[in-house]
């Protein structure tokens, strides 16, 4: 189990970056689709959960060029190395093992009880680094795939994910002003993609609901019966609020769209001052929000 320090240290990079006016979860990435996510340089393996948020910051407050990240033997068995002064960043990871009980079954054998233990590394930049043999992926991450169309992407998710006849909720261009998920109808509600000066605010505006909708009875039951986020201001609220914008950039991300979100100094200071206040928040949500983009993205055939 974390201690409230360790829970400190993996998300103070996230309210240093709200203290400079960076939102983490606003298009940190300077990366085309298939590598906006932080991931291994060595192993391609992506990070999940607040681990994204955490390295996404780091990387703006940065200024990195990719979202590859290595551990400092990584890098030397890459044949490279990291240069002196540079900073790690920390991230986590949750292990499995079996745990010795010292009882035996009835076919004599010792019962092992699994447990999940919670781990910390440090990872470094691949720009932190020189003379890094890397992967091809890597090397051919700056090519555009020309035929590759985000928001077509962007349509089949949404496409997959809603519908009753996909057990999805309802999805509804309405026309009307305002964007919201019913939890008792379950129904989205958005304003027709003409409405929005830019087509990305549209999409964005979607995976926003997308992920509020994940929250219902017959999915994640996050949402409390049918009654939604709680009433606007409360603790419940804010905590689905934070859930669904971190969704919506893990969604963004995936399609490779920009993740169009308010950083006036009001928004900034709201998030700032709850994650200030509880170092769990960005944990708790960034698990939930991981676990709602990959239930939207099975229904598209993704993760």
């Given at each position: 189990m974390?201690?409230?320090?360790?829970?400190e240290?993996i998300?103070?990079?996230?309210?240093?970056a709200?203290?400079?006016?960076?939102?983490?979860w606003?298009?940190p990435?300077?990366a085309p689709?298939g590598?906006a996510l932080p991931h291994?340089?060595?192993?391609g393996h992506?990070?999940k959960?607040?681990?994204?948020?955490?390295l996404?910051?780091?990387?703006?407050?940065?200024?990195?060029s990719t979202?590859a990240?290595?551990?400092?033997k990584q890098?030397?068995?890459?044949?490279?190395y990291?240069r002196k002064?540079e900073?790690?960043?920390?991230?986590?990871?949750?292990?499995?093992e079996?745990?010795?009980?010292g009882?035996?079954?009835?076919?004599?054998?010792e019962?092992?009880?699994?447990?999940f233990?919670?781990?910390?590394f440090?990872v470094?930049?691949?720009?932190?680094?020189?003379?890094?043999?890397l992967?091809?992926?890597?090397l051919?991450?700056?090519?555009?795939?020309e035929d590759?169309d985000a928001v077509?992407?962007?349509?089949?998710?949404?496409e997959?994910?809603?519908?009753?006849?996909?057990?999805?909720?309802?999805f509804?261009?309405?026309g009307g002003?305002?964007?919201?998920?019913?939890?008792d109808?379950d129904?989205i509600?958005?304003?027709k993609?003409?409405?929005?000066?830019?087509?990305?605010?549209?999409y964005?505006t979607v995976?926003?609901?997308?992920v509020?909708s994940?929250?219902?009875?017959?999915?994640?039951?996050?949402l409390?019966n049918?009654?939604?986020?709680?009433h606007?201001?409360?603790?419940?609220y804010?905590?689905?609020?934070?859930?669904a914008?971190?969704g919506?950039a893990?969604l963004?991300a995936e399609v490779g769209?920009?993740?169009?979100v308010?950083?006036?100094?009001?928004y900034?200071?709201?998030w700032?001052?709850?994650?200030?206040?509880?170092y769990?928040?960005a944990?708790f949500?960034a698990?939930?929000a991981q676990?709602a983009a990959?239930?939207?993205?099975?229904k598209?055939?993704?993760?």
């Amino acid at each position: 189990m974390a201690t409230q320090k360790q829970y400190e240290a993996i998300t103070k990079v996230i309210i240093e970056a709200l203290k400079r006016g960076v939102v983490p979860w606003q298009k940190p990435w300077n990366a085309p689709k298939g590598n906006a996510l932080p991931h291994n340089a060595a192993t391609g393996h992506r990070y999940k959960g607040l681990n994204v948020f955490n390295l996404w910051a780091v990387g703006a407050l940065g200024g990195y060029s990719t979202q590859a990240w290595v551990t400092y033997k990584q890098a030397t068995q890459l044949g490279g190395y990291v240069r002196k002064g540079e900073s790690a960043t920390l991230v986590q990871f949750w292990k499995f093992e079996k745990k010795r009980t010292g009882e035996i079954d009835e076919d004599g054998e010792e019962i092992l009880k699994p447990r999940f233990l919670l781990k910390f590394f440090n990872v470094f930049n691949v720009d932190q680094c020189e003379g890094l043999k890397l992967p091809k992926r890597e090397l051919v991450s700056a090519e555009v795939d020309e035929d590759y169309d985000a928001v077509e992407a962007a349509e089949h998710i949404i496409e997959s994910y809603t519908g009753r006849e996909h057990s999805g909720p309802a999805f509804t261009t309405n026309g009307g002003d305002r964007a919201f998920y019913s939890p008792d109808k379950d129904s989205i509600h958005v304003p027709k993609a003409s409405q929005y000066e830019v087509t990305d605010e549209y999409y964005s505006t979607v995976f926003h609901e997308l992920v509020h909708s994940t929250g219902h009875k017959s999915r994640l039951k996050r949402l409390d019966n049918d009654a939604g986020p709680s009433h606007f201001g409360s603790e419940k609220y804010s905590k689905e609020e934070l859930v669904a914008e971190f969704g919506n950039a893990f969604l963004s991300a995936e399609v490779g769209i920009d993740n169009t979100v308010d950083n006036s100094a009001s928004y900034i200071g709201h998030w700032l001052k709850a994650i200030q206040g509880d170092y769990t928040l960005a944990l708790f949500a960034a698990g939930k929000a991981q676990k709602a983009a990959d239930h939207v993205l099975s229904k598209a055939g993704g993760e």
